[in-house]
C-alpha cells in the first residue's frame, strides 16, 4: 500500500465538519469534490465514473476536477474546492509527496480526505481506498516467473515516479522476483503510466536488450504500448504482464497477446469513495484503509474487464 500519515479522522475534525453543513449533514447539503489525477487513462475515467454514479445513487453533488498528471495543477484544484467549503475531498493525487500539502490544507480547513488508488505521504487522510499493490507487483512477478520457467532477461516499465501506487507496485515485483535466481531484470525505465511512451521505451530497450523475455508493466497502458513495439520488432515469444483489468488488455491476455493481467476495480473504488466522504460529511466513523480484490487474469479467465 501507499505510505497513508496520519489516518483516521478526529471527532474535533467530525463535528467541525457538521457545523460547516450547519449541523448533521444531509444528502442535499453535502457537496464533495473529487479531484483526479487524470482522465486521459481508462482506469481513472472508471474510477470517475464510479464516483459520480454513487453521488446520483446518494443524491449528493459531485465536482469533478481533472488534474491532467500535473501536481500543481491539482494542488491549485484542491485549494479551490477548499475555498468552495466542500464537505469532503476524495483525492486520487498525481505525486504523493506534493499532494500531501492539499490534504494538510484541507486538515487546517477541517475538510476530511479520503485518497483513492494512490495516498499521500503526510497529512490526516481519514479513509485510503485501493488495491494492495504491493501484492499486486508481487503477483506479476510470480506470473512472470511461471511464463518463463524461473529462467531468462526481464524488464519493468515505471509508472509515475513519486506516486505510491509505483513504489509499491515496484517494492512487490523486486521482492518477487529474487526469490528466482534464474531470472535478471535488465532494464527498469519509467514511462509514467502512459501508453505512446511506453511504446517508445519499449523500442529503446529492444534495442539495448535484444534477448529479453518478459516485461512487467506497472499498468495496462504501458503494456499496450510495450506489446506494441513487441509486435513490430516481430519478438512474439516476449511474455507481458500488466495491472488494471482495462477490457483492451484482457482482451490481450484471453488472445495470448499478453501473458497475464493482474485485475482491480476502478469503479467500484470511486462508489466507496463517495460512500466513504458522505460518512465522513455526516460525522460518521468510517476504516482507515480499505483494501479493493485483486483478480488475476489469464488466458482462459471469465473476466472481460472494465
Not at 15 to 26: D, M
Not at 91 to 119: F, G, K, M, W, Y
Not at 190 to 201: I, K, M, P
Request: glycine content about 10%.
Amino acid at each position: 500500500m501507499g505510505a497513508v500519515a496520519g489516518c483516521g479522522t478526529s471527532p474535533a475534525s467530525q463535528s467541525n465538519a457538521q457545523a460547516a453543513l450547519g449541523g448533521s449533514a444531509s444528502a442535499k447539503t453535502i457537496k464533495i469534490g473529487f479531484a483526479v489525477s487524470t482522465l486521459n487513462n481508462p482506469f481513472f475515467v472508471a474510477m470517475s465514473n464510479g464516483v459520480q454514479q454513487e453521488a446520483k445513487k446518494l443524491g449528493v453533488q459531485v465536482t469533478v476536477l481533472n488534474g491532467n498528471n500535473d501536481p500543481a495543477t491539482q494542488l491549485n484544484q484542491v485549494e479551490d474546492l477548499i475555498q468552495q467549503h466542500v464537505s469532503a475531498i476524495i483525492l486520487n493525487p498525481a505525486d504523493s509527496q506534493s499532494l500531501s500539502t492539499a490534504v494538510e490544507q484541507a486538515n487546517r480547513a477541517h475538510i476530511p480526505v479520503v485518497t483513492l488508488d494512490r495516498s499521500v505521504t503526510k497529512g490526516n487522510v481519514a479513509c485510503f481506498i485501493a488495491s494492495n499493490s504491493v501484492e499486486a507487483g508481487k503477483m506479476a512477478a510470480d506470473e512472470l516467473i511461471k511464463a518463463l520457467g524461473g529462467k531468462g532477461q526481464v524488464v519493468e516499465l515505471q509508472g509515475v515516479i513519486g506516486t505510491s501506487a509505483e513504489a509499491d507496485r515496484e517494492k512487490g515485483f523486486d521482492q518477487e522476483i529474487a526469490k528466482a535466481s534464474g531470472i535478471k531484470v535488465v532494464a527498469r525505465q519509467t514511462a509514467s503510466f502512459d501508453r505512446s511512451q511506453a511504446l517508445n521505451v519499449m523500442q529503446n530497450i529492444l534495442q539495448a536488450h535484444p534477448n529479453i523475455q518478459g516485461v512487467f508493466a506497472q499498468n495496462d497502458e504501458m503494456a499496450l504500448g510495450a506489446l506494441k513495439a513487441i509486435q513490430a520488432a516481430g519478438k512474439k515469444h516476449i511474455k507481458i504482464v500488466g495491472i488494471d483489468g482495462e477490457k483492451e488488455a484482457v482482451a490481450d491476455v484471453h488472445q495470448g497477446l499478453m501473458y497475464a493481467d493482474i485485475a482491480q476495480q476502478p469503479t467500484q473504488e470511486g462508489m466507496l469513495g463517495v460512500e466513504y466522504a458522505v460518512k465522513l460529511a455526516k460525522g460518521e466513523t468510517v476504516p482507515k484503509q480499505v483494501n479493493s480484490p485483486l483478480h488475476l487474469v489469464e488466458k482462459n479467465t471469465a473476466f472481460t474487464g472494465f
